[in-house]
């Protein structure tokens, strides 16, 4: 028997293969939001020789990306915390240097 492919005969493997990595960064990412850990951040780009993403794993796909979507709201909620936190420390570091002289 051999393994199921999509519409234009590419292997269904190669998008779960895919799917499985997008899961894993995304898991990594967000945790590293919570811990406060620096991640180096890469644009996606899905491979050039997948096809179209089959039916079956339309659901799990979206699923994906709405996660994604989550760790992107955590992520502009987090860089409007630090720039806060440093709006605040330019303040103080421009009161204090008022009083140095």
Known sequence: MSA???MDGQPEGAWVEVLD???VDVVELDA???SGDVVPLHTWVPPRDLGPLPEALQPRAQRIAARIA???QHM???LGELSAELQ???QRRR???AYAS
Do not use: Y
Request: hydrophobic share 35%; glycine share 4%.
């Open 4 to 6: 199921p492919t999509t």
């Open 21 to 23: 990595q997008l899961e």
């Open 32 to 34: 590293a939001l919570a």
């Open 70 to 72: 989550q760790v992107q």
């Open 76 to 78: 502009r909620e987090r």
């Open 88 to 90: 605040d420390v330019d």
């Open 95 to 97: 009161a204090g240097s």
